[in-house]
Structures are given as structure tokens and as C-alpha cells.
């Protein structure tokens, strides 16, 4: 995922425009800044650029999923589900939150199963959140009916795949949120720094209050005789951000997506030649980011056997199922309950009584999927790997 890599003078230009004004707060002081509102600026493109009423900047990712939260009312003793297959940031807002995570299997999409999802939903469940994971598609249209039919809120966590698309609507616009994130290394960055968008404008207003301790943003009067309808806290963007947003939605479609995808096929048609290797299912082809390759091998040590060939050949492939970051079984801070707070929050209450506990072999389907999944993550500038990869791939191939 890399928009590090068109880091150039279109964003120099947007930075240098901020730091000329010295004004990197993204609200007041107008007259300083001659009327130029770079986070303001962003959130527009943005949202025009997702096809959506309102966008909200923040300062990361995970803001933008503890905000989204936030708005929609979810707190303690609610339950939110989302797939076992995710950055550990989905879950950590829900904890955050005072609510639950409840976990779902993952098919061959690599994000959550409907069909698990409608299986773990209870009067608890206040809100659902499938992940777009590693630059493709959920199965939205039928998650957004099982949420329709109990009367459930969708967040969608559309971190890793900005710029994705169902069927020509953006991925993150299906549900009452779509959340985004545009840290160092995602599809376009600003660093640190996150979006959310929502077409509905009650919940627009909820989020944009609660991001900036509680502010009512009234145009009429100065900040410091703004009013508060609730309590909020400080999830803003800053204008430094906003300019590199600029600047990089200006390139991600014309620039990123094309080149990865283009990437992307080389190493596919590679690996097409190969029996006992299948991919993927990419519901969308015309829509995937192509920020990662995805393929399966036929057994757990097949696919061990095919990566350590890679890894030998200085073309090892990511293994999500040992990975710590995004995997369910390797959570173990949260599977052990641990926690800086003395009570032991979120996992126990202030009288000590367990919340949560959850079984490490809870999702066996997801265990079986990343097991045999490999990943190849796609660059832009590739010209000098893909034949290393290549190679790499043909020896690889001799496991099999």
C-alpha cells in the first residue's frame, strides 16, 4: 500500500502553501490564512470522490472507527461483530468503546462470512463491522440486508482498501459509516490521518462534534463561544495533513491503482501457470485496489514449503496466519485479557467480574483460509523486483 512512494512536488507545493500562512490549526484565524482550509478542502474532494454527502477528517484510522462508534450511540454492554481477520485497531475501538467484540469467520473473500455474521447476532449486537481487508471487497450487498433486517448500523473499516469499489460504489459508502485509513503505509497517506463518511447528517454532526471536544461548530460566533450538546475529545486533523490528503487523492486513481494493478497481474498470471494454487475471490475485479496478491495452497505445509523457498530467494511472501498483527489466534493480549488498568477494564468490571473471554480456537474456517493463503504485497515501482519474484516463484513451484 504505497503512497509513500509518489511522495513529490504536488505535495511539497500543498505543504509549503500551509507553512507560508503558518496556520496549521484546521479551524479559526481566517483572515491569516486568506480563507484557506486545507482539511476543509480535503473532506470535500473526498467526499465527492467517494460519491457520499459529508466527510470527516481525523487524526488516524482508528479515530475514525472510535468516533464512528462513538456517534452511533455504541457503549457498554453492546456487542459489536467484526471478522477475526483485521488490524488490530477494529477491535481495540470497540474495547475503547466500553462494547464488546464479537468475532466472525472470514470466506474466501478474506472478509467476513454473511452467513457466520447472521449466526452471531443477538438483541446485544448494536453494530457491525466488516473489514475490507487487503485492498479488496466484503460481500456488501448481503451484509447490508442481514443488517437491514435487525435493524442493525454498519461501520465499514476501509483502512486498507481506499479507493476500492462494489460494482462502481466506493467501498466504505454502503453502511452508516465508511472509515478510512491514510497512515505511512496506506494506498495514499498523509502520514498519520484518517476520513470518515456518512451520508446520513445527524450522525455527520454527532461525529464532527465529538471529534473536537464536543464543539458545536456554530459559524456565527468565535471558537471560544462555541456550545456543547455532549462531552467529546480531540480526534482532529491538522492542516499539514489535509494538504497531503490533497495531493494524494489528486494521484490515487490515475497513478496508484493503475500501476498496482498492472503489477499485480504480472505476478498473477505467474502463479497461474501452477496446478494446487488457486486465488482469492475478488467479487470485483474492476474494483479491487490490487494492493496485495492473494493465493492459496492446498495444505498448511505446502504453503510453508512455497514460502520458504520464496524467503530464500529474497521474495518471501507476508503468512497472515503467523502474523501478530491481524490474526485472531495470535492476539494474545487479547485472548489473555491484558490490560494497564488496575481493575483490569475492559476485560473485567470495576468489581472484578470477567466481560469477556474468548476461545483461541474459535474460528477454525478463518484458521484453515490463512493457513494456506500467501501474500505478495504490490507496489508501484516493481521494475526491479518482479523479475526476482519471478524467479523466485519457478523455484518455489517445485513444492508443489
Known amino acids: 500500500m504505497p503512497g509513500y512512494e509518489i511522495l513529490g512536488e504536488e505535495e511539497k507545493k500543498e505543504i509549503l502553501d500551509v507553512l507560508s500562512r503558518k496556520i496549521l490549526l484546521r479551524y479559526e484565524f481566517d483572515q491569516e490564512r486568506d480563507g484557506i482550509y486545507k482539511v476543509a478542502a480535503f473532506e470535500k474532494a473526498f467526499a465527492q470522490y467517494c460519491q457520499v454527502k459529508h466527510a470527516l477528517a481525523v487524526s488516524s ?3 475514525a472507527l472510535r468516533v464512528a462508534l462513538t456517534a452511533l450511540g455504541v457503549g457498554p454492554g453492546d456487542e459489536v461483530i467484526t471478522p477475526g481477520f483485521t488490524f488490530v485497531a477494529t477491535w481495540e475501538s470497540i474495547l475503547d468503546a466500553g462494547a464488546l467484540p464479537v468475532f466472525a469467520e472470514i470466506d474466501d473473500t478474506l472478509c ?15 453494530a457491525i463491522i466488516p473489514v475490507h481487508m487487503c485492498g479488496a471487497q466484503a460481500r456488501m450487498n448481503e451484509i447490508m440486508e442481514i443488517a437491514k433486517n435487525h435493524n442493525i448500523p454498519v461501520i465499514e473499516d476501509t483502512s486498507q ?3 476500492g469499489r462494489l460494482n462502481g460504489k466506493a467501498l466504505g459508502a ?3 459509516f465508511g472509515t478510512f485509513s491514510f497512515d505511512s503505509v496506506k494506498t495514499m497517506t498523509t502520514g498519520e490521518g484518517g476520513m ?3 451520508n446520513d447528517e445527524e450522525l455527520y454532526i454527532n461525529a464532527s462534534e465529538y471529534h473536537d ?3 458545536d461548530h456554530d459559524p456565527t460566533v468565535g471558537r471560544g463561544l462555541e456550545k456543547r450538546r455532549f462531552v467529546g475529545f480531540n480526534y482532529r486533523m491538522m492542516e499539514l495533513q489535509g494538504a497531503l490528503g490533497l495531493a494524494q487523492l489528486g494521484k490515487l486513481d490515475s497513478i496508484i491503482l493503475k500501476k498496482q494493478r498492472e503489477n499485480k497481474q504480472i505476478l498473477k498470471d ?44 529474497e521474495a518471501g511472501a507476508i503468512s497472515w496466519y503467523d502474523n501478530t498483527w491481524h490474526y485472531y489466534q495470535k492476539w494474545e493480549h487479547l485472548l489473555e485479557g491484558k490490560s494497564l488498568i488496575h481493575s ?3 476485560f473485567k468490571t470495576t468489581s472484578g467480574e470477567e466481560r469477556i473471554r474468548l476461545d483461541p480456537s474459535a474460528l477454525p474456517k478463518t484458521a484453515d483460509w490463512l493457513s494456506r493463503a500467501l501474500t505478495i504485497p504490490i507496489n508501484i515501482h516493481m521494475d526491479d523486483s518482479i523479475p526476482v519474484i519471478l524467479k523466485a516463484i519457478e523455484k518455489a513451484a517445485t513444492v508443489l
Open 61 to 63: 484510522g482508528t479515530a
Open 112 to 126: 467476513i462470512d454473511p452467513q457466520d455474521l447472521a449466526e452471531r447476532i443477538t438483541p446485544r449486537t448494536k
Open 161 to 163: 482498501s481506499c479507493g
Open 174 to 176: 454502503f453502511g452508516q
Open 196 to 198: 470518515i463518511i456518512t
Open 213 to 215: 471536544h464536543g464543539h
Open 270 to 313: 505467474k502463479l497461474t501457470n501452477y496446478k494446487g494454487i488457486t486465488f482469492r475471490n475478488i467479487l470485483d475485479p474492476q474494483g479491487d485496489t490490487a494492493t496485495f496478491l492473494i493465493f492459496f495452497l492446498e495444505d498448511r505445509d505446502k504453503a510453508t514449503a512455497f514460502n520458504k523457498i520464496l524467503a530464500q530467494e
Open 344 to 346: 483490569g477494564y475492559p
